[in-house]
C-alpha cells in the first residue's frame, strides 16, 4: 500500500488548493513551452466559469500570463496565432463547440490545451478524435477532475446550474421527473472530483434512512434513500477514478479520510433559526444586499454626497475571519476595541483628531506616516466597513424583534416553550415580518410533531395572517421527514405500542476560549456527528459503512458493498455499535439539499477546538430566505 504523505490542504485550506490546481497544473502546465513573451487566453463555459471565479481572481490568472477568458457560449474573435487553454465540461453541448471552434478552414487558435472539469465519457472522446483539425493543433487533453465551489478554506459546494436540488431529490415529484437522475449524477461527480483534488481516498460512511411511517407523503422511502444512493455511486465513481489514475500512482491505494454522507432531514430547524454569529447574521438580515458574498453599501463622502461602494466579504480580509464566527455581542466589542486602538496608536489618525497639532510629532515621524499612508487608508476603510455593518446588523436586529423571536426559536428546539408561547409572541408583535413568523412556525412544527391538522392550519393562518401559500410552505417540511400533519389512528396491532419521547437537541458549553452570550445555546446537529467522529462513537447503526475498513483503514477485500436497493424496515433490538476513527485523519461532512452557515461555522470551530481537519460541503449553502424559497418550490400549493 503507497503511504500517502502529510495532507498539505490542512494547511493550505480548500480554496488554496484548488486555485493551486489550476494555475499550476492547467495554466503554468500550458504556458510553459510558450516564448516569454506569448500570452494565452482562457475558454471557459457556464459551469467551469462558477468554479474558476470561486478561487481565482483576474489578477491571478494575469500573473500567469493569461490575458483574456471568455466563454465558449459566445461567439469569439479568431486569434489563429495564440495557444488557448479550454477549461469546460465534458457535455455534449461544450464538446460541440469545441469541435466547431476547430471545425472550418480556418480553426480560432493556433494551439489548444483541453482541460475537462470531471470525467470525460466514451463518446465524447470518440467524437474528439474524429477532428483531424483539432487532433493536429491539440498539445494537451486531461481530465482535471475540478468540479466543485468552494466557498472558503473549509468549504465548497457541488452547485448545480439550476440550483434546485431539494425540489430535485426531495420535491414532491422528484422521483417521476428527468431532474433526479441527472441531479444525482451532478452531485457524485462533482463530490468524487473534491477527493480527486485533495488526493483523498475516503472510507464512505451514510446516514441510513429511517423506516416510512403512516402518514408520510408519497415517495418518502426513496427520499430516506438518497444519503445510502449518493454514498454507493459515490463509491463506484471513485474506484473508476483510482483505476484509471494507477498509472502515474496520483491517487491514493487505501483510505486516507473518512466522509459522512447525510440528507437535509438529519436537521431541518437549522436553516430557518435565526443565528446570532457575526457571518450568518449578514447573510440572513442582510441578504437583499450581498450578493456571491459581495456587499453593496452607501458611504456619505467628505463633498455632502452619497458613494456606492461594493466589497466581498471573504478569507481576503483579515477583519472578517476574525469576527465571523463570533457572537454579535462580541464581535460588535471588538470592533470598538479596535477602532479605539487604531485611533490612540496611529499617530496619523492622532494627527487627524488633533486638527493639525504637530508638537509631538518628528521629521522621522511625518516620514513614516506618509510612508504608511496608504496602509492607514485600507485598514481604516475595512474597520470603518465592519463597524458599519455591525451597526446595521444591531439596529435591524433591534427593530425586528429578533432577541424575542430568538429566544423563543431556542426555547422551542430544547423543549423549554411550547404552542403558547408562540400565540403569546404573534398577538404581541403583530408587525412581526411574514418571513420571520413562518419560520417561527417551522420551528415549532419540526420540535413538536403531528399538531397540525386541516382546523389548526387554518387558526394559525389566521392567528399569524399568513397566506395558503406560507402554510403550504410550512407543511413542505414533511419532504424533508418532519411529521407536520396529524397522522390517523393507529392499527389494532399497534395500540400497545409506547409512543416515543420527542427528542431535545444536546445542549452545548461554550468552546474553550469562548463566552457563552445569550442566544448562543443552538448548535446544528452537524456539531454531534462531527463531535462524535472526532471521538469515534458515531454509531454504524445509524451511519454504516459502503464498504466496511479493514487493517486500520485499508479497503478489505472480503468485505460485501451494502445493496442500494435494502428496505428501510425496522430493526429490532440491534446492539449500537461504535467505530473508533483514525486519529488526526481529515473528517469530510457533506449535506444533500444545502448547508447553512452555521453549519459551516462549525466546522471551522470544531477544527480549531480539535486540531482536527475538518471539510463540510453540501449541495448548495443557503440563507434562510433562499431555504424558505427552496422548500416552497417542493410541492404545489393545495386546497387549505
Same mark, same amino acid.
Given at each position: 500500500i503507497k503511504e500517502v504523505s502529510p495532507w498539505p490542504w490542512t494547511t493550505m485550506g480548500l480554496r488554496d488548493v484548488a486555485r493551486?490546481?489550476?494555475?499550476?497544473?492547467?495554466?503554468?502546465?500550458?504556458?510553459?513551452?510558450?516564448?516569454?513573451?506569448?500570452?494565452?487566453?482562457?475558454?471557459?463555459?457556464?459551469?467551469?466559469?462558477?468554479?474558476?471565479?470561486?478561487? +481565482?481572481?483576474?489578477?491571478?490568472?494575469?500573473?500567469?500570463?493569461?490575458?483574456?477568458?471568455?466563454?465558449?457560449?459566445?461567439?469569439?474573435?479568431?486569434?489563429?496565432?495564440?495557444?488557448?487553454?479550454?477549461?469546460? #465540461?465534458?457535455?455534449?453541448g461544450s464538446v460541440s463547440r469545441l469541435l466547431a471552434d476547430f471545425h472550418s478552414k480556418s480553426p480560432l487558435y493556433k494551439r489548444a490545451c483541453v482541460f475537462f472539469s470531471s470525467q470525460l465519457p466514451k463518446h465524447e472522446l470518440e467524437r474528439i478524435k474524429q477532428s483531424p483539425t483539432l487532433l493536429s493543433r491539440l498539445a494537451a487533453l486531461k481530465e482535471l477532475n475540478l468540479e466543485f465551489l468552494a466557498i472558503d478554506s473549509r468549504g465548497f459546494t457541488t452547485a448545480g446550474s439550476r440550483e434546485e436540488t431539494l425540489k430535485d431529490l426531495f420535491g414532491e415529484?422528484?422521483?417521476?421527473?428527468? #431532474?433526479?437522475?441527472?441531479?444525482?449524477?451532478?452531485?457524485?461527480r462533482r463530490l468524487a472530483s473534491v477527493f480527486a483534488s485533495l488526493k483523498e481516498l475516503p472510507a464512505i460512511r451514510f446516514r441510513m434512512g429511517k423506516p416510512p411511517q403512516d402518514g408520510d407523503p408519497a415517495g418518502a422511502s426513496e427520499r430516506h434513500l438518497i444519503s445510502q444512493?449518493?454514498?454507493?455511486? @459515490?463509491?463506484?465513481?471513485?474506484?473508476?477514478?483510482?483505476?484509471?489514475?494507477? &498509472?502515474?500512482? #496520483?491517487?491514493?491505494?487505501?483510505?486516507? +479520510?473518512?466522509?459522512?454522507?447525510?440528507?437535509?432531514?438529519?436537521? =431541518?430547524?437549522?436553516?430557518?433559526?435565526?443565528?446570532?454569529?457575526?457571518e450568518c447574521m449578514c447573510f440572513d438580515i442582510l441578504d437583499d444586499v450581498i450578493d456571491n458574498n459581495i456587499f453593496k453599501y452607501t458611504i456619505d463622502t467628505n463633498k455632502g454626497s452619497e458613494?456606492? !461602494?461594493?466589497?466581498?466579504?471573504?478569507?481576503?480580509?483579515?477583519?472578517?475571519?476574525?469576527? !465571523?464566527?463570533? /457572537?454579535?455581542?462580541?464581535? #460588535?466589542?471588538?470592533?470598538?476595541?479596535?477602532?479605539?486602538?487604531?485611533?490612540?496608536?496611529?499617530?496619523?489618525?492622532? /494627527?487627524?483628531?488633533?486638527?493639525?497639532?504637530?508638537?509631538?510629532?518628528?521629521?522621522?515621524? @511625518?516620514?513614516?506616516?506618509?510612508?504608511?499612508? =496608504?496602509?492607514? !487608508?485600507?485598514?481604516?476603510?475595512?474597520?470603518?466597513?465592519?463597524? /458599519?455593518?455591525?451597526?446595521?446588523?444591531?439596529?435591524?436586529?433591534?427593530q425586528m424583534g429578533l432577541h424575542e423571536i430568538g429566544k423563543l426559536e431556542q426555547d422551542l428546539v430544547y423543549g423549554n416553550a411550547t404552542s403558547k408561547e408562540v400565540i403569546k409572541l404573534l398577538g404581541a408583535r403583530s408587525h412581526m415580518k411574514e418571513e420571520d413568523k413562518v419560520r417561527l412556525l417551522m420551528t415549532y412544527v419540526a420540535t413538536h410533531p403531528e399538531k397540525l391538522d386541516n382546523n389548526r392550519r387554518m387558526q394559525w393562518m389566521k392567528l399569524a395572517k399568513l397566506s395558503a401559500e406560507d402554510m403550504n410552505m410550512i407543511n413542505n417540511l414533511e419532504y424533508l421527514g418532519v411529521a407536520v400533519s396529524k397522522r390517523g389512528a393507529k392499527s389494532a396491532l399497534s395500540f400497545a405500542t409506547k409512543r416515543k419521547k420527542r427528542s431535545i437537541r444536546k445542549e452545548h458549553s461554550a468552546l474553550e476560549?469562548?463566552?457563552?452570550?445569550?442566544?448562543?445555546?443552538?448548535? =446544528?446537529?452537524?456539531?454531534?456527528?462531527?463531535?462524535?467522529m472526532l471521538k469515534g462513537e458515531l454509531s454504524q447503526d445509524e451511519y454504516p459503512y459502503v464498504i466496511?475498513?479493514?487493517?486500520?483503514?485499508?479497503?478489505?477485500?472480503?468485505?460485501?458493498?451494502?445493496?442500494?436497493?435494502?428496505?428501510?424496515?425496522?430493526?429490532?433490538?440491534?446492539? !449500537?455499535?461504535?467505530?473508533?476513527?483514525?486519529?488526526?485523519? =481529515?473528517?469530510?461532512?457533506?449535506?444533500?439539499?444545502?448547508?447553512?452557515?452555521?453549519? @459551516?461555522?462549525?466546522? /471551522?470551530?470544531?477544527?480549531?477546538?480539535?486540531?482536527?481537519? @475538518?471539510?463540510?460541503?453540501?449541495?448548495?449553502?443557503? &440563507?434562510?430566505?433562499?431555504?424558505?424559497?427552496?422548500?416552497?418550490?417542493? &410541492?404545489?400549493?393545495?386546497?387549505?
Open positions: 493551486d490546481r489550476l494555475l499550476a497544473e492547467m495554466v503554468e502546465g500550458s504556458v510553459k513551452d510558450l516564448p516569454e513573451n506569448e500570452w494565452t487566453l482562457l475558454v471557459v463555459d457556464e459551469t467551469t466559469t462558477k468554479v474558476l471565479s470561486s478561487v +481565482c481572481s483576474v489578477s491571478h490568472l494575469v500573473e500567469k500570463r493569461v490575458s483574456l477568458v471568455e466563454n465558449i457560449q459566445k461567439k469569439r474573435q479568431p486569434m489563429p496565432n495564440m495557444t488557448v487553454i479550454y477549461f469546460i #465540461s465534458p457535455t455534449q415529484n422528484a422521483n417521476s421527473s428527468g #431532474s433526479y437522475e441527472r441531479e444525482m449524477d451532478v452531485v457524485v444512493r449518493i454514498a454507493v455511486a @459515490l463509491h463506484a465513481e471513485l474506484t473508476n477514478m483510482r483505476q484509471k489514475m494507477a &498509472s502515474n500512482d #496520483s491517487f491514493p491505494k487505501a483510505e486516507t +479520510c473518512d466522509l459522512v454522507i447525510v440528507d437535509r432531514g438529519v436537521d =431541518p430547524v437549522a436553516p430557518f433559526m435565526h443565528e446570532w454569529t457575526y458613494e456606492e !461602494r461594493e466589497v466581498v466579504l471573504g478569507e481576503q480580509d483579515p477583519i472578517w475571519v476574525e469576527l !465571523r464566527h463570533k /457572537h454579535i455581542a462580541e464581535a #460588535s466589542l471588538l470592533l470598538n476595541d479596535k477602532m479605539n486602538y487604531f485611533k490612540s496608536a496611529n499617530k496619523l489618525a492622532r /494627527h487627524k483628531a488633533n486638527q493639525g497639532d504637530q508638537s509631538d510629532i518628528d521629521t522621522g515621524d @511625518l516620514k513614516q506616516m506618509v510612508e504608511s499612508l =496608504p496602509q492607514y !487608508r485600507e485598514q481604516l476603510k475595512r474597520l470603518s466597513l465592519h463597524v /458599519h455593518i455591525a451597526t446595521k446588523l444591531n439596529t435591524m436586529a433591534k476560549g469562548e463566552e457563552q452570550w445569550q442566544l448562543s445555546r443552538f448548535q =446544528p446537529i452537524v456539531y454531534d456527528i462531527f463531535e462524535d466496511q475498513p479493514t487493517g486500520g483503514g485499508a479497503v478489505g477485500k472480503r468485505t460485501q458493498m451494502i445493496d442500494v436497493e435494502l428496505s428501510v424496515r425496522k430493526k429490532k433490538n440491534v446492539r !449500537r455499535e461504535t467505530t473508533r476513527g483514525v486519529e488526526g485523519r =481529515p473528517v469530510v461532512l457533506f449535506i444533500v439539499g444545502g448547508m447553512t452557515r452555521s453549519e @459551516l461555522r462549525v466546522a /471551522h470551530q470544531l477544527s480549531n477546538q480539535f486540531s482536527s481537519n @475538518l471539510l463540510i460541503g453540501a449541495t448548495s449553502i443557503d &440563507s434562510p430566505n433562499t431555504f424558505l424559497k427552496n422548500v416552497n418550490s417542493m &410541492s404545489l400549493l393545495d386546497d387549505l
